[in-house]
Nanobody, 125 residues
């Protein structure tokens, strides 16, 4: 599975962006997918995740109510809709896929086998 993250950019506080994670590989529909982010000088952190079938979603407390994750397995794409963006959301955002067929989704980086290259999100105040 190869992942390509896109959709980042520069936005003012309060604005919105929609990130996409496009995948190649026939096994993508059986993978849970997570979004992580890394701000300058900080460790990478979990943002959101979705199970293979889309029935289970997880969010970090810092983004709950503002971000929405979804997926379209027919298009092999996972989306992260980010609303009410704050300067603290500024980071490089990465998508990752977990090939373990479990029906669940993990917050742990170690659970993910494939990583995209990252897309920069910058929120100005």
């Amino acid at each position: 599975v190869q992942l390509q993250a896109s959709g980042g950019g520069l936005v003012q506080a309060g604005g919105s962006l929609r990130l996409s994670c496009a995948a190649s590989g026939r096994t993508f529909s059986s993978c849970a997918v997570g979004w992580f982010r890394q701000a300058p000088g900080k460790e990478r952190e979990f943002v959101s995740g979705i199970s293979s079938g889309g029935s289970i979603t997880l969010y970090a407390d810092s983004v709950k109510g503002r971000f929405t994750i979804s997926r379209d397995n027919s298009e092999r794409t996972v989306f992260l809709q980010m609303n009410s963006l704050k300067p603290d959301d500024t980071a490089v955002y990465y998508c990752a896929a977990d090939k373990t067929i479990s029906g669940y989704v993990s917050r742990a980086e170690e659970a993910y086998d494939y990583w995209g290259q990252g897309t920069q999100v910058t929120v100005s105040s």
